[in-house]
């Protein structure tokens, strides 16, 4: 299964496109891990973690970077092939941006 996240400000900062990435989907359990580098030049690490339950699903989203600063979270909800949620920024309660989450088989 592969994921294309997408992130849209909500502020004055741009949009964030992580891409494609590949998830591993065991039955009803989709994960994925991937490192990027952000526009800050820091190393971090991105955690998604969900479920896909009949037609719906929820998948978290967690960077970290490499000095366990937490960069973002984001909880998106909607169906097993598009979801939608907000992007939390370090320990702000405020979202930041609008996230999106496009799921394909592979």
């Known amino acids: 299964m592969s994921a ?5 400000p909500q502020s004055s900062r741009g949009r964030l496109l992580l891409g494609p990435r590949s998830l591993r989907q065991e039955g009803d359990r989709i994960t994925g891990l991937y490192n ?3 526009h800050f030049k820091h190393q971090n690490s991105v955690m998604f973690s969900g479920v896909l339950s009949g037609q719906s ?7 970290v970077r490499t000095d366990g600063s937490p960069n973002f979270t984001a909880v998106m909800t909607g169906s097993r092939v598009s979801m939608t949620g907000p992007m939390m920024s370090g320990m702000s309660r405020q979202p930041v941006r609008s ?5 394909n088989a592979t």
Do not use: I, Q
């Not at 294309?4 to 849209?8: A, K, L, R």
């Not at 699903?57 to 960077?63: F, L, M, P």
């Open 57 to 63: 699903a929820r998948v978290d989203v967690t960077a």
């Open 4 to 8: 294309t996240p997408t992130c849209h």
């Open 36 to 38: 990027f580098t952000d």
């Open 99 to 103: 996230c999106m989450l496009v799921l």
